[in-house]
Structures are given as structure tokens and as C-alpha cells.
DNA sequence: AGAATATATTCTCATATGGGAATATGTCAA
DNA sequence: TTGACATATTCCCATATGAGAATATATTCT
């Protein structure tokens, strides 16, 4: 078996970054994609490939409006990712409460040297 | 250019389900490889494999006790995707209340009609 | 040294990728 | 209908993948 599909979830369809990117611009409100492809500089073939598979996944939703489509994320979507990563929230919370810890210990055996 | 690799940034390691799994067994405590073979089912080059690529992008570390490796999970790496998700939470709050909002639009509509 | 144990690497392979270039599809206007 | 505009798809290609199988490396024990 090969890398998962891009297509399979939101973890794979966010792994690459010019994805992020269009997920971020177009978080606030919903755009054309020639306002994607002037913004973030990229070849119109591109995004639209790009928005392919975002769509596959459910992370932007599409309307049409004359020969424009007009995309805009669907944050919902994202949810899953925030709340898996949400997850280690306590752990990188005690590890840095044990790096303190670490870092005083180091202080003390300074002052015992 | 083809996909960026697993290698490349944390998005790209995470990608994969089974990356997942073992960054959550490898949360609470440090493991041997051994362990996780048995606790998650995999093969154990599999395994290594996977531990490599979450070495390499700082997802875990690793400490060597005579034959055994033990591996943790290095929760901070992850912090980066849950503060990127996070951009996004105001944006899911907004969409759950528009929802809400046509909801009850339609609702009104059943009145009217 | 030799055997057993724990982990890592190498190899092959089917499969998917993202970019670039070219082309196709869909929609509106004259 | 023809042409212009907006977006999508197809083709090619270099590259990376994850699984499986085999093998290598490192460490401890006898």
C-alpha cells in the first residue's frame, strides 16, 4: 500500500501547505477562485486541484454564481483536527512544568558545586 | 514535485492513522518498541519505520535502556497543529449559529405558509 | 566467541502525488 | 453562433510512500 489518498480525510487534505493557505483565506468569507489564485500567487490549474480535493474531504463548501464558484471553508470540518491534537493539551502542559522543574534542579546542584 | 514528505513537518507525519495511534500510546508514558508492536497490533519494522519518521520531525524522543528503546511522546511538537486548528474555532462557532439562524428562518417560513 | 533479544534498515512494488502544460467544460455577452 | 471569460480536467513525470520480507545492527547473557 501507498501514502493514504489526500482525499481520505482532513488530516491528509491539510498536510500540504498551500492547502492550509487557502483554508486560512478563505475562512473569513468565500471567494472566486481567481481572488485565490491573485492572492496567494498560484496557478489557477493549481488551486483548482487543490480546491478538488478540500472539497472531497468537506473542508470547503461551493456556489455557483454565474461562471464564477464562489468556495469558502467549512470550519466545522477542522474540528476533528483541534480536538485530536486538543488531546495532548495536558501533556505539553506537564512537560513544560517538568522542564521547570528540571532547569531549577539544574540551579541547585550550581549551588551545591 | 510530488508530495512533500512524511519527514517534512508534523502536518505530514500525522497524516498517517497509525502515526496517530502511536503518538497517543506514547503520550501518558514512555514505551519500548516492543510494546507497541504487541499494544497497537503492527509489525514491528512498521513500527520503526513509523517511529523514525516521528523522530525525524520531533513528534517523540527517544531514550536507550540496554536493548530496549524507549519512546515518548513530545507532546509540544503537536502544539503548532492545535494553535493552526484553533484559528478556526470562531469561524465553527459563527457557522453553528448561522445554522441555528436558518433554522429557525425556516421555521418561520412553516408558520407563514 | 556465540546465541538470544530488541530494534533498525534495505529492498521491491503498487500507488498516489503536485507541478506544468495543454485542453476541456461551462457560462455569459454580442 | 461565436467569442471571451472562469474554472476544471487530463496527461506526463519525478518523487515519495507504506507494507512485506529479508537482513542488519546493537546489546546482553552464557
Given at each position: 500500500m501507498a501514502r493514504a489518498a489526500t482525499?481520505?480525510?482532513?488530516?491528509?487534505?491539510?498536510?500540504?501547505p498551500r492547502r492550509r493557505d487557502i483554508l486560512s483565506?478563505?475562512?473569513?468569507?468565500?471567494?472566486?477562485?481567481?481572488?485565490i489564485v491573485f492572492t496567494l500567487g498560484l496557478e489557477q490549474p493549481s488551486v483548482s486541484k487543490h480546491l478538488r480535493v478540500l472539497?472531497?474531504?468537506?473542508l470547503v463548501n461551493m456556489r455557483r454564481d454565474g461562471r464564477q464558484?464562489?468556495?469558502?471553508?467549512?470550519?466545522?470540518?477542522?474540528?476533528?483536527?483541534?480536538?485530536?491534537?486538543?488531546?495532548?493539551?495536558r501533556f505539553w502542559k506537564h512537560q513544560l512544568t517538568?522542564?521547570?522543574e528540571r532547569a531549577e534542579e539544574t540551579e541547585e546542584e550550581k549551588e551545591n558545586a
Open positions: 482525499t481520505s480525510d482532513a488530516f491528509n487534505a491539510v498536510a500540504e483565506y478563505l475562512a473569513l468569507q468565500e471567494r472566486p477562485v481567481g481572488d472539497r472531497d474531504v468537506g464558484k464562489f468556495y469558502r471553508t467549512n470550519a466545522e470540518a477542522i474540528r476533528p483536527l483541534h480536538e485530536w491534537t486538543g488531546e495532548f493539551e517538568r522542564i521547570k
